[in-house]
């Protein structure tokens, strides 16, 4: 008795201590921003100037993609003209954020740039784990006066600007990060196997599912018409599932008395998934659940699928003098809408580099930004690196960019058509990686017959994303 | 005597300081261990009954309503259903499998010598690399086992894909990988056996069967629970074969506990809610491996023949 009580009080006096901790650890948000007024003032003394952090040494964190393949390769250059060394680790994409919440929610300072997306910046700016960019970029001492701001797409830019209001469209409030390179949503397909069938690239889902149903076996056993991603997570849902989602009219939330609402069983969402999972019965692999990103590429570039309804870079990194079986027979069109449906909704995707709130080497930090996302470096680094899409303007209108593109059979065109239609078609909200997953995990089961209907499976979906946003007060 | 005593206390307080250190010396890497597995232990009791999240900038203690929610969760009570089939489907298995081959390869020859050493290759994949193998043998496109199953008119097999079979294909890449331990498991508790008790069942006339069942198994018994042990307990708590290959897709088909606690962490960043699945994991192994334990050590007695 007397024991079980001792070793109560020793439980609970440990637990006393790790509470006491944590509560110190939180205590302490808020207290770097000095580090931004220090390097205001240094950079006060002469204006800009590239060595105004020479001698410092910063750490970055990259995610595995060809945007982190070209920042490396420039690396040693960028030390050269500033005197700031770079220290940097590069991580599979599987486990990439991952890492990035761990370290930035540790509050240490490293690292001091990281890569990161649109999605993420709803968790890490209500979380203070992120530095607003706006001091750097208001101040003239502070912004190289080649860096053009307003060079770069400002559909692509304003992605990575929300005012931390759950609900509130990106667009406005702080600039959290700086693009390298973004994805909208196209069809690409192979013309090879369009022009052995007789086909035209589809102009609505209707006619998309009418080439499915062509296009069974194309090339034997083991063809099937089209890669779809299909895994468990957010990757599911983003790239051509949320544009269609949007081009059939139907929204993910709305704000209801003050509210985050769903709307995924709308008569629009039931509609869209409807015909969505008809298409990934009759055309989608027969491995479709377990696709991600990669093998939805690598199967247009092997000849498996003769379509891909993706992101309009995955279709791109299969071409090029020997990526794929394919590589030369791969073209891009718009991607197919809805029936009568005119105006092309495209999400969006960019990778950015942002900036840890907790860094204690904001200056040299801020001059790394900028130096990776320079018209000059952005330009390189689309030529050279296959960093595509390039998220400036004059990358686009660069004689030998679009000389580069002419080997690609309708990507610029599709690019230049879907362009001012591409913009974030999520909600913002810090559930936003719950809420989709939980979304790609009820399509599965809507796939696999689990239930009665589309509508049950998405009424069951509406209820789990209120209750995972429920927390959420939009004042 | 007593003098003796007293002049041999004498002697310990004169050592150096080293020599009286040496007992805490020795026990400080067992300390430091204990204090390694305690201190993560606590600390997620700790979380456990807070909100903490790395989303928010701070944190409050919430009693036990991680926990009750979690006890009223569909998917808690459909996360035990799958960590439970999943654990007896591989153990159960391996074991079967493991004591059959092991016997086979108990008899001596060129070719099981060879296979002894090919059996331990599985084991030097780590269990994700191993997934990544399998998930390409199933691929409906260009994977080996597809083109096999083609030989006998069977096409585009789900394997992963479906829910109706993604339990069979973990399985199959679970029992691919740890088979192969229980294997040699058993097989070197066969070798150790002595010798004495099967000649004599030979020259009494004993048939095969009568051998195995009245000598073998009781004596191989023990090691038979140290491979279920270890078994057990590894597949309970599942998560690089299922997250690699699915993710505990599709839909919820193989969200066990692991992965139910992993993703409520890191994925959803609700750390306090994750826990508890973590923690009720704990204490199923803690239980089961405790009954196991025991268990072990009664058969161990009686094949000892005390």
């Known amino acids: ?475 | 005597m007593q003098a003796g005593l007293i002049n041999s206390d004498t002697n310990f307080s004169k050592k150096p300081f080293l020599v009286k250190a040496r007992p805490y010396l020795i026990m400080t890497p067992a300390l430091l261990i204990t204090i390694g597995i305690l201190y993560p232990f606590f600390t997620a009791i700790f979380y456990s009954l807070t909100n903490y999240s790395f989303r928010a900038t701070t944190f409050r203690f919430v009693g036990l309503k991680n926990w009750t929610q979690m006890f009223m969760e569909p998917e808690f009570w459909h996360a035990i259903l799958v960590t439970g089939k999943y654990a007896l489907a591989t153990t159960g298995s391996e074991m079967l499998l493991g004591l059959g081959i092991a016997l086979l390869l108990s008899k001596e020859s060129k070719f099981t010598r060879l296979l002894r050493v090919l059996l331990i290759f599985p084991l030097m994949i780590a269990p994700v690399i191993a997934t990544i193998i399998w998930q390409l043998m199933t691929n409906n496109s260009v994977g080996i086992l597809e083109k096999f199953l083609n030989l006998f008119g069977v096409y585009n097999f789900p394997w992963a894909s479906s829910a109706k079979t993604a339990l069979l294909t973990a399985t199959l890449i679970d029992v691919w990988v740890y088979a192969p331990f229980v294997i040699l498991l058993i097989l070197a508790g066969l070798q150790s056996l002595p010798k004495s008790p099967f000649e004599a069942a030979k020259i009494d006339g004993g048939s095969a069967w009568f051998t195995f069942r009245t000598l073998t198994l009781p004596m191989l018994k023990p090691f038979m629970y140290i491979a279920l042990i270890f078994r057990l307990m590894a597949s309970l708590q599942e998560f690089a074969i299922i997250f690699a290959l699915t993710k505990g897709g599709p839909g919820n088909t193989l969200m066990n506990l692991s992965i139910t606690g992993y993703t409520t962490g890191f994925a959803y960043l609700k750390f306090g809610e994750s826990l508890p699945y973590v923690l009720t994991l704990w204490l199923i192994i803690y239980l089961i491996s405790r009954k196991l334990v025991a268990k072990w050590l009664l058969v161990q007695k009686t094949a000892g023949g005390n």
């Open chain 1, 1 to 475: 008795m007397f024991s079980t009580r001792r070793n109560i009080i020793a439980l609970l006096s440990i637990l006393g201590l790790f509470s006491c901790g944590s509560r110190k650890d939180a205590l302490d948000i808020g207290h770097t921003d000095k580090s931004v007024l220090e390097a205001k003032k240094i950079a006060e003394v002469g204006g800009f100037r590239w060595d105004m952090a020479s001698g410092v040494s910063i750490k970055v964190l990259l995610n595995q993609h060809p945007y982190a393949e070209a920042i490396i390769q420039k690396i040693p250059d960028f030390e050269k003209f500033t005197g700031i060394e770079v220290d940097y680790a590069i991580t599979p994409e599987e486990n990439y954020f991952d890492k990035v919440t761990t370290s930035l929610n540790s509050r240490t300072g490293e690292p001091d740039i990281f890569m990161t997306g649109a999605y993420q910046v709803w968790e890490y700016a209500g979380a203070n784990f992120i530095q607003s960019l706006d001091p750097f970029i208001q101040d003239s001492n502070l912004l190289n006066p080649d860096y053009r701001i307003d060079d770069i797409y400002p559909g692509v830019l304003g992605t990575l600007r929300w005012d931390r209001v759950p609900g509130h469209l990106t667009g406005t409030g702080s600039q959290w990060a700086l693009p390298l390179g973004f994805e909208l949503y196209s069809l690409a397909y192979n013309k090879v196997v369009f022009e052995k069938f007789g086909l035209e690239p589809p102009k609505t889902i209707a006619e998309l599912i009418k080439i499915c149903e062509t296009l069974q076996e194309f090339d034997g056993r083991g063809s099937y018409p089209i890669a779809l991603r299909g895994s468990r997570n957010w990757g599911t849902i983003h790239p051509g599932f949320m544009s269609t989602f949007a081009n059939y009219g139907a929204r993910d939330f709305a704000v209801e008395n003050g509210k985050l609402v769903s709307k995924v069983n709308s008569p629009e969402s039931v509609k869209m998934t409807e015909d969505w999972v008809k298409l990934i019965k009759i055309g989608g692999s027969p491995s479709w659940s377990s696709y991600t990103w990669y093998q939805a590429g690598a199967d247009l570039g092997a000849g498996k699928a003769a379509m891909l309804f993706d992101a309009d870079i995955n279709g791109y990194f299969q071409t090029g003098k020997g990526a794929s079986k394919e590589a030369v027979n791969i073209a891009w069109a718009v991607m197919p809408l809805s029936e009568g449906q005119k105006e092309i909704n495209s999400n969006l995707w960019t990778w950015a580099i942002a900036m840890n709130k907790a860094s204690n080497n904001k200056l040299a930090a801020w001059l790394f930004l900028q130096y990776f996302t320079s018209a000059d470096y952005s330009l390189w680094s689309a030529l050279e690196m296959n960093a595509v899409d390039p998220a400036r303007k004059s990358v686009w209108d660069n004689p030998d960019f679009k000389l580069k593109m002419a080997d690609r059979e309708g990507y610029y065109e599709t690019f230049i058509s879907t362009i001012d239609g591409t913009r974030i078609l999520f909600t913002p909200q810090p559930h936003f990686f719950e809420t989709t997953t939980e979304w790609a995990a009820t399509l599965q089961s809507i796939v696999a017959g689990k239930y009665s209907s589309v509508q049950e499976g998405l009424d069951i979906l509406k209820k789990k994303m209120d209750e995972a946003v429920e927390d959420i007060i939009i004042e």
